[in-house]
């Protein structure tokens, strides 16, 4: 696994062997990042904090560092996922510009102040096959981290649902192999 693009482009990311943590394929991000920079209209990489729910080994997070963004919030619930983030952040000098939380994304409060929430662009990528993505799309619309107007990535089996809130709109899905990737808009109630 490596970045596709940017800064750090081809640098290699560590991710543990097993299945406790199931990477985006290079493929499947490099997609997600060409359709970020050319066929969605957003504010774009530059300078901005992005979030990286479900973080396992912080691949799609830091992508977006690599191509700009200047801070990251990595929350996953699994220590040993958020010790990958930070090995791999610390390999691409970018341990100063990450904050991982240990946290439940289902069970979200207010975003704590050194996250600099709310955010324009967040990842999500839950285990595939379970309900995780609605309830974490909700506690996060609900709680302050998402930006209105703010892009959410959502990368789920290609068969499983998501229910989206109300506040949430799709405007863009995609398939790849057995992930189907969603883009989904942030609204004002």
């Given amino acids: 696994m490596r970045i596709i693009g940017g800064k750090h482009k081809g640098r290699i990311l560590k991710a543990p062997t097993g299945h406790n943590i199931r990477p985006t394929t290079d493929r499947a991000r490099e997609s ?38 200047s801070f990251g919030v990595f929350v996953d619930n699994n220590a040993n996922a958020l010790k990958y983030v930070k090995a791999n952040a610390a390999a691409l000098g970018e341990s100063r510009n990450i904050l ?16 600099r929430a709310p955010f324009v662009l967040t990842f999500l990528d839950p285990p595939y096959g379970t309900k995780l993505s609605d309830h974490a799309l909700t506690a996060l619309c609900h709680n302050n981290w998402i930006a209105i107007g703010g892009l959410i990535v959502v990368e789920i089996n290609k068969d ?26 942030f609204k004002s109630d």
């Fill in 32 to 69: 997600i990042f060409n359709i970020l920079t050319h066929s969605i209209n957003w504010v774009g990489f530059n300078e901005i904090a992005v979030l990286d729910v479900f973080s396992g080994t912080g691949a799609l997070g830091l992508e977006a560092m690599s191509r700009g963004v």
């Fill in 100 to 115: 991982p939380l240990r946290l439940d994304a289902t069970r979200l409060f207010e975003p704590p102040r050194a996250s």
């Fill in 160 to 185: 499983d649902k998501l229910t989206l809130p109300q506040n949430l709109s799709l405007i863009d899905e995609r398939i790849y192999g057995v992930t189907q990737v969603k883009f989904l808009k």
